[in-house]
């Protein structure tokens, strides 16, 4: 059974600083490119970054590119999403998402973890 | 990027009904549309793939058409359990992207 368990979402001000961790079971970790897809309180849903299988590649939503960083340990089946220079508007719950290749080698989410909470607050 | 629209973005529909939802693309996207249900305070979940496949799991009332910019998602007899927020999602390139979602409440 897959399971994807999101942890280190909290209360930061803006600027600040958090790293949220993903820890996956169930599948062959190093096989599957993984995602974080976040949602604003009462919105819709927004990608925010991919990692692909090895960790050679990753991926970035615009309104994150140069403050988020993505990564992931196969040792520890574990993904890292380091988010510097927080903005009011990075507040949303943020969720793992496992993530299987369309034909165009892009992405779609077939399993998701229950989320971590983020707020952006002073 | 590439726009994603839902239409419409909430509709009340009884046990029983038939409930079309459409999403539409701002290019075209071959036949690269997800489609994800998502109950209140829970995650999302997978569907529909690629326009029409049926994830494992999910119900056969369920399913997706189109290609091209647009697209539909059909549940063919609306079930208590489907009262749910259904969002689109686009794989054709990056930046992945979403529609604003549609919200099928009971009439």
């Known amino acids: 059974e897959v399971q994807l368990l999101e942890s280190g979402g909290g209360l930061v001000q803006p600027g600040g600083s958090l790293r949220l961790s993903c820890a996956a079971s169930?599948?062959?970790?190093?096989?599957?490119?993984m995602s974080w897809v976040r949602q604003a309180p009462g919105k819709g849903l927004e990608w925010v970054s991919t990692?692909?299988?090895?960790?050679?590649?990753?991926y970035y939503a615009d309104s994150v590119k140069g403050r988020f960083t993505l990564s992931r340990d196969i040792s520890k089946n574990t993904m890292y999403l380091q988010m510097n220079s927080l903005r009011l508007e990075d507040t949303a719950l943020y969720y793992c998402?496992?993530?299987?290749?369309?034909?165009?080698?892009?992405?779609?989410?077939?399993?998701w973890g229950q989320g971590t909470l983020v707020t952006v607050s002073s | 990027d590439i726009q994603m629209t839902q239409s419409p973005p909430s509709l009340s529909a009884s046990v029983g009904d038939r409930v079309t939802i459409t999403c539409r693309a701002s290019q075209s996207i071959s036949w690269l549309l997800n489609w994800y249900q998502q109950k209140p305070g829970t995650a999302p979940n997978l569907l529909i793939y690629?326009?029409?496949s049926l994830q494992s799991g999910v119900p056969t009332r369920f399913s997706g058409s189109g290609s091209g910019t647009d697209f539909t998602l059909t549940i063919s007899s609306l079930q208590p359990e489907d009262f749910a927020t259904y969002y689109c999602?686009?794989?054709?390139?990056?930046?992945?992207?979403f529609g604003g979602g549609t919200k099928v409440e009971i009439k």
């Open positions: 169930g599948f062959t970790f190093s096989s599957y490119a």
């Open positions: 990692i692909s299988g090895s960790g050679g590649s990753t």
């Open positions: 999602q686009q794989s054709h390139r990056s930046p992945l992207t």
């Open positions: 690629d326009a029409s």
């Open positions: 998402a496992k993530a299987e290749s369309s034909s165009s080698g892009w992405y779609y989410f077939d399993f």
